[in-house]
């Protein structure tokens, strides 16, 4: 004996979980706002970051480009410049802000209008101050050698004519106007470290530099790496310091990969331009590993 079973009716066209996909695949109201609100960014994104780094990759993908400007004389100076800037200024730098992040730790009042002072230079904008300086450098009627002149009645030196000369001043003014906001980041690290650290120390019989070592080290160690490489990051692609000090001269002994990149647009060499930019993507691509591993753990 056989029994019959009722079949559901199916229509054609359809299928019996086709709701559930179309449930499954649509999007809420507040999804759809959400993409709302983020288009512009992605547009924005899409035009102003993604399009100019495929556009500038695509230019500096031709092979002769990089045998043109291993050729060159002035990129392998270039590339010395910019190894000496990151390894010599970066490392002063932060060194300097390490060491006043604790001296501006003490809670005299002196103390915070001096930091009050120390920060002018950060927050004055970069290319006045540093026509200043340049203003002030100047071998014929510059504030620095008219002093020189009137105290000794010689002639002071032409600060930025000199290629190693111009490299140290301008390795110095990106020490001194960068100066402030690393020491601000590392003495909000300094403060984050507890008290009661340094009071149990404290009366253990422990030194400065056993609190250093042991107790302000150990807790600063990631936040100064990580400064560390965002300044030698930042610093590839800089440009204010040296272009509005030194311009790369004199003769061009004095560019970094940023500024050869500037002297190859004006001499309207677009290829050895986006061919020197990706060169410095060596230097960067390391770091920011480094720093996101060390980020990571």
């Known amino acids: 004996m056989t029994l019959a079973l009722p079949l559901r009716p199916v229509k054609r066209g359809t299928c019996p979980d086709a709701g559930e996909e179309k449930a499954r695949f649509a999007l809420s109201p507040r999804q759809v706002w959400g993409l709302l609100f983020t288009a512009p960014y992605i547009a924005v994104f899409l035009a102003f970051v993604v399009f100019p780094v495929g556009y500038a990759f695509w230019l500096a993908g031709s092979p002769h480009l990089y045998v043109e400007l291993s050729q060159d004389p002035i ?3 270039t590339v010395v410049n910019t190894l000496v800037f990151l390894i010599v200024a970066i490392n002063a ?3 300097i802000a390490l060491f006043l992040s604790g001296f501006f730790m003490q809670k005299r009042w002196w103390v915070r209008v001096l930091a009050v002072l120390f920060v002018l230079p950060w927050a004055v904008p970069s290319i006045p101050t540093i026509l200043s300086v340049r203003f002030m450098l100047n071998p014929e009627w510059g504030v620095i050698n008219t002093l020189i002149f009137k ?3 010689d002639d002071g030196p032409n600060w930025l004519n000199d290629p190693t000369l111009a490299l140290t001043l301008s390795m110095v003014v ?3 106007k960068s100066l402030p906001f690393w020491t601000l ?3 909000a690290g300094r403060l984050a470290i507890p008290h009661e650290l340094y009071e149990a120390a404290s009366v253990d019989g422990a030194g400065r530099w056993h609190c ?3 107790i302000t080290w150990p807790s600063m160690s990631t936040l100064y790496v990580t400064c560390t490489l965002l300044s030698m990051i930042f610093s590839v692609v800089a440009l204010s310091c040296k272009k509005q000090l030194t311009g790369g001269g004199p003769a061009d002994l004095t560019h970094v990969l ?3 990149g500037i002297r190859y647009l004006r001499l309207d060499q677009v290829g050895l331009a986006m061919a020197t930019i990706v060169c410095a993507l060596p230097l960067i691509l390391p770091l920011v590993y480094f720093m996101m591993r060390r980020l990571s753990r």
């Open 151 to 153: 105290l000794t009645g």
């Open 93 to 95: 730098k932060m060194l």
């Open 258 to 260: 940023a500024t050869l």
């Open 185 to 187: 980041i590392l003495l």
């Open 75 to 77: 990129f392998l100076r």
């Open 174 to 176: 990106h020490v001194w």
């Open 212 to 214: 250093f070592r042991y």
